[in-house]
């Protein structure tokens, strides 16, 4: 499949003290589909080159039925500073909407039901594509290698 | 992770099921299966599942030992 182009997200922060007059932030998202035994929840996935895996939010996990909560789980650290949360992983199928689908060992964490999607890290989504990023045009470059 | 304008009047917190042509809210809550129920009532069995964030949340995960 060739290489696929897509938009950034523009999105607008709220004002805060830092940025009293709310600030723009562009974000690298892909449309993905995580599926396990014959279940599906399609969702917003963050392309993020500094994740080390794909992680997506717990209750995901959960409504699927890949994952239980008294399952072995590992821990998540994020460059907030890490909130030492349980991960729980399952093998299942990543499917990016314009590039292909496969099968990951992914990760599912409470901390992602915070931002309401998925991450799509170096294990998982990068080990499987070619990717260019183009801030200044605001777009992006996606190739199943 | 949506922008803004489709869900500004939905809590922080809640899970939302957008059409799939991501034109129009078609469910919303903190049941995240409860909403997916729904969103296949409302004849929108593909809803795409995003939800409201907190303001400002950190988005960055860089380490998973």
Same mark, same amino acid.
């Given at each position: ?12 922060? #709220?004002?805060? #003290?830092?940025?009293?007059?709310? /600030? ?9 589909? /995580? ?5 599906? /929840? ?23 039925? #890949? ?31 314009? /590039? ?15 931002? #309401? ?29 | 992770?949506?922008?803004? =304008? ?10 939302? *099921? ?14 995240? *299966? ?10 929108? =069995?593909? *809803?795409?599942?995003?939800?409201? =964030? ?5 988005? *960055? ?5």
């Amino acid at each position: 499949m060739p290489e696929q182009t897509f938009q950034y997200l523009e999105v607008k922060m #709220a004002p805060n #003290a830092a940025f009293p007059n709310g /600030i723009v932030r562009y974000r690298p998202v892909l449309r993905t589909k /995580i599926k396990y035994a014959g279940k599906t /929840i399609p969702c917003v996935s963050l392309v993020d080159t500094g994740a080390d895996a794909c992680m997506f939010p717990l209750d995901f996990g959960l409504v699927l039925g #890949a994952v239980s909560v008294a399952g072995a789980h590992n821990s998540l650290g994020t460059s907030a500073g890490g909130d030492d949360l349980p991960v729980y992983y399952r093998e299942v199928t990543l499917e990016i909407t314009g /590039i292909g689908e496969w099968s990951v060992y992914a990760g599912f964490s409470a901390t992602l039901n915070r931002i #309401a999607g998925g991450i799509l890290g170096q294990h998982g989504f990068f080990d499987h594509v070619r990717a260019r990023f183009d801030l200044p045009n605001r777009q992006f470059h996606v190739e199943k290698s | 992770m949506f922008p803004a =304008p489709l869900l500004k009047d939905i809590p922080t917190g809640e899970w939302v *099921a957008l059409s799939a042509d991501e034109r129009r809210v078609v469910a919303h809550g903190r049941d995240l *299966a409860e909403v997916i129920r729904a969103a296949e009532r409302a004849g929108e =069995p593909q *809803a795409i599942i995003t939800g409201v =964030p907190e303001p400002n949340v950190m988005l *960055a995960v860089w380490h998973d030992a």
